[in-house]
């Protein structure tokens, strides 16, 4: 099952992704470039989430990584096992 949906008008439904290894995840390398960039320009929303909540979680977060051909805004680390998209 792919982690998101098309909904009404193409809009895309995020949905929580868990991850079942503590080994090493797919990428794309080709988007290594673009999730930095989205990185330094964080929309308004996921600055939000990310300096009130994820930034100090107990479970250590990152921002906008790829896994496999997504970029995944808010991996968690694989203790917790979750994907925020």
Not at 25 to 34: A, D, S, V, W
Not at 35 to 51: I, P, V
Not at 53 to 65: A, D, E, S, V
Request: overall charge positive; proline content about 6%; hydrophobic content about 40%.
């Amino acid at each position: 099952m792919p982690p998101f949906e098309k909904g009404v008008g193409g809009l895309i439904f995020a949905r929580v992704m868990f991850i079942k290894s503590n080994k090493f995840l797919p990428y794309n390398k080709e988007l290594n470039k673009k999730a930095k960039n989205l990185r330094n320009e964080m929309t308004a929303a996921e600055k939000k989430l990310w300096y009130e909540y994820l930034r100090n979680h107990r479970f250590q977060f990152l921002r906008q990584r790829p896994i496999d051909n997504y970029i995944v805004d808010f991996p968690a680390c694989r203790q917790a096992g979750i994907a925020l998209n």
